[in-house]
């Protein structure tokens, strides 16, 4: 069912080809957004236009784009305005990130993770946000982790990396007070999606006994944009989980942490 607040606007996602990704297009296409859909994987992104296309007679737009490589966030934006497309919902959902002691992953491969999840996002919130503020209106949701709340041996830079993305959004929503625009926060755990196979983690007990379904991330995560919200935590046990986090020394909560990242 078309949502008012934002039918007929146009959403764009990034990392749009898997998991969260492809689910926050769905949501916004069920509320009768117009969707900008960017990821790597050309034929994943036509198989969703058509999914979309035949479920809601969503217009598609889709975009070929590595957004790792530095020039990529500003050729996006210009696209858009070369297209004629305002995008008023900017999902910041393309990252990933990589499992190991962090002085032993891949040099290039770890900068291009921290390019992607830390400067393209950013690149993007600044250049997409500029134009809703001159509009008056518009929402960004920037996908963080739980990873976010604590330090996280064997995902040092990875959960660095989104703790950055929750405090900068967590400013930036604080800054962009009465402009019209808003930028909110998902924090999600451990989620059904590529992430362990492309980290290179294996599942252990822990992924098995809290992952949380990528729809019901995704549907969390629009509802609380929508809602204008700072931040949330999808999941009760991920809710409880970052609370306690404030409640804990820094020292356990890194012990903690490296134990339930154990894998077999």
Not at 49 to 70: I, M, N
Not at 200 to 217: C, E, I, L, Y
Not at 232 to 252: E, I, K, Q, Y
Request: charged letters at 20%.
């Amino acid at each position: 069912m078309a949502d008012p607040v934002i039918a007929g606007k146009t959403a764009l996602v990034t990392g749009a080809s898997s998991g969260l990704g492809v689910d926050f297009a769905r949501e916004l296409a069920r509320r009768g957004c117009r969707l900008v859909v960017v990821a790597r994987r050309e034929d994943r992104l036509k198989q969703l236009q058509q999914e979309l296309k035949a479920a809601h007679g969503t217009e598609v737009t889709v975009v070929t784009l590595d957004l790792s490589q530095p020039e990529a966030p500003r050729a996006l934006h210009d696209l858009m305005r070369q297209q004629k497309l305002a995008v008023d919902v900017l999902v910041n959902n393309a990252g990933f990130g990589l499992f190991g002691r962090d002085i032993d992953l891949p040099p290039r491969r770890a900068n291009e993770m921290l390019q992607l999840d830390v400067v393209a996002l950013t690149q993007l919130t600044q250049l997409f946000a500029r134009d809703m503020v001159k509009r008056g209106s518009g929402y960004i949701l920037q996908v963080a982790s739980t990873g976010a709340f604590q330090p996280s041996p064997t995902y040092a830079s990875y959960g660095a990396a989104k703790a950055y993305v929750l405090n900068y959004g967590n400013a930036l929503n604080f800054e962009l007070r009465g402009s019209g625009v808003s930028c909110t926060v998902i924090c999600p755990g451990v989620t059904a999606t590529e992430f362990l196979d492309v980290s290179g983690q294996k599942r252990n007990w822990f992924h098995d006994a809290t992952m949380m379904t990528s729809p019901a991330v995704a549907q969390a995560g629009i509802r609380a944009m929508l809602s204008r919200r700072y931040v949330v935590v999808p999941g009760w046990f991920n809710a409880l989980s970052a609370f306690f986090t404030r409640l804990t020394p820094r020292p356990w909560l890194a012990w903690l942490a490296a134990r339930l990242m154990r894998t077999p």
